[in-house]
Each structure stands twice: as structure tokens, then as C-alpha cells.
């Protein structure tokens, strides 16, 4: 069975500091797949590989068998392929349904 994600030798580095290096996985249908380590381990930084916000110095990533290395994060997200923070927040002046509005119209690419 085909990985529905595969990461090969994806690696980044930062004014010198290799933050990954060569890291390779696959998640195949049905799995669930971890990341711990300590602080500066570098678990952001493949999240931020992995969901497009930063490129890599090399490697790849595919999802189903595409190739979205150099793929933007807004066209990630419509294939299926997204990050969520540890620190969401609400607009306090909007009602439940408002903001919940706000996530779909996001998510359906609507700007404001």
C-alpha cells in the first residue's frame, strides 16, 4: 500500500544551525504518527516544512503520490494537508456562530 504522506531527506537549516536533517518518514491510511523531542529539536520546524509555511533546503514531501515540496501552504490546505496551532483564539466581540462563520469562510478560501 502507497504512504499517503512520505517525507524523503527533507532538511533546514538556519543561519547555520541544521534544525532537520535528513528526516525521512511515511504515514500510510489509518495511522497515526507522533513528534516529541525537546525544546529546539526542531519538531516546529518540520510541521512548518511539512504544511508549506517555510521551503526546504532539500528533500521532498508527497501526498498521495504528489509531489507538494514546493507547493504554497493556502493550495496544501485544499488537497487536505493542514497545521493547526497549540494556541487558537476566538474574537471575544464575535458570537460562537461568528466565529465559527469565520473558520469556514477561511477554509472554503473567502477572504474578508
Known amino acids: 500500500m502507497e504512504p499517503l504522506l512520505k517525507v524523503n531527506n527533507l532538511s533546514k537549516s538556519f543561519q547555520g544551525v541544521q534544525a532537520n536533517d535528513d528526516v525521512c518518514f ?3 491510511p489509518g495511522e497515526i504518527h507522533g513528534l516529541i523531542g525537546p525544546n529546539g529539536a526542531g519538531k516546529t520546524t518540520l510541521l512548518s516544512l511539512l504544511s508549506g509555511e517555510i521551503t526546504p533546503d532539500r528533500g521532498s514531501v508527497s501526498l498521495e503520490q504528489q509531489d507538494i515540496t514546493h507547493m504554497p501552504a493556502f493550495k496544501r490546505i485544499h488537497l487536505g494537508l493542514a497545521r493547526s496551532y ?3 483564539r476566538l ?3 464575535m458570537t460562537c456562530l461568528q466565529n465559527v462563520q469565520v473558520s469556514l469562510q ?3 478560501g473567502h477572504s474578508f
Open 26 to 28: 511515511d504515514v500510510h
Open 106 to 108: 477561511i477554509q472554503q
Open 86 to 88: 497549540q494556541i487558537s
Open 91 to 93: 474574537f471575544p466581540q
